[in-house]
């Protein structure tokens, strides 16, 4: 650590930060008075910034990414060594890392054949919504072209991953967003009230929140509807974990009205929720496509995927005389190598290090740990998550389930930082219901590791609240 602070002159890169970077999702306003924290170093769980300071990273480079953890040589070697011999060419060709990451994910996806890359999440949803669209042009003259995604969800930063965008504050100011993207209510036990669902529990809710799914799409018309866009695990929404029941009559309702299923896996996605490689392999989906960005490389190399079934590739095969038949879609740094290498390693990583068993290990310890936390602080209402993918809602009163305050949360997540231990919290993304702490550790992390996590928050709750 001293010798990276010795070679650069640090208030250099500070004073050039503040003069021309604009950093994602803040405020700028605080930083005429303070420095922004400046990321420097990160090994294994743990991070470094400009002083120096050592954090235990409890959010996997806080976006739920950095999942095999920081510093794996292994992974910049494979980078190095694919840049060297072939950096780039447009993926109308192919390469090696790309055929051979491919094979790899298709034998860890019963039911899915083809990948296509691309370079975040937002853009690989995009992918899937362009050929949903396409397929209801080539398939059903124009008609289906709706793609209905769900309450609280998120797809991402673009205009139409916007559009399928279940949380309100972050799109306000951002509108108007393209048509034919229609929202579904969220499938939320612990606010099943919110739903007019408060008397029902267990597989019924589940079945009854789907439910509310069929009548969207009964009053829209089914034979408008062309595709459903879920997350596996609701993440930046507020860590909502699927009821009972719920995927089940999903699925069979997709099947009645002929509608595909895309499922969001950028968060869940490789590992994160333990046990298996994709949160849609806990509940026995068939999804028609899949994308994923975050886990794929861990952030050693910008890549994201949109995996599809070889019933959709077929379709674009049909009339190689029609010059419109294929998909016309381009990525440009789809095609640049350092992504499936880096991918591939990642996952040799996990398989080699039996991070998908440690992931459901240490999660089960985790989820330990913050309902112990519970007995003491009645300021935590639920606890939720799967794997290593876990989240707190924290309420005044466990009666009401009156949401703290926005201010609360940025309270308890500032003192855990001040303890070196960085987490993460929902904000600015559901009107009053920001309310919830979240945790995505490296799938590395120790038993050790969690117990300093929770420990922290531990702190952090009594000192806010008292
Ligand atoms: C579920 C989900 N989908 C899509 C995205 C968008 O990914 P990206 O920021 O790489 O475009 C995110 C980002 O947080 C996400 O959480």
Redesign the pocket.
Known sequence: MDGILKDNDISHVVKADKAHVWHHLIQHKPFETNDPRIIIEGKGMRVWDQNGKEYLDAVSGA?WTVNVGYGRERIANAVHENLMKMCYFANAAGNIPGALYAEKLIEKMPGMSRVYYCN????A?EKAFKLIRQIAHKKYGGKKTKILYRDR??????LA?MSAGGQDERNAQYGPFAPDFVRVPHCMEYRKDELGLGHLSGRDFGIAAANQIEDVILREGPETVGALCL?PVT??GGVITPPEGYWDRVQEICQEYDILLHI?E??CGIGRTGTHWFGYQHYGIKPDFV?M??GVASGYAAI?CMVTTEEVFEMFKSDPTDKLDHFRDISTFGGCTAGPAAALENMAIIEEEGLLENCTAMGERMMGNLKALMEKHTIIGDVRGKGLFLGCELVKDRETKEPVDEADIAAVVADCGAQGVIIGAANRSVPGRNNVIAFSPALIATAADIDTITNAVDNALTKVFG
């Open positions: 976006v975040s999440g937002s853009e949803n969800d998120y797809h991402g930063s673009t991953a997350e993440a930046g969001d950028v968060v994308t960005a975050k994201s």
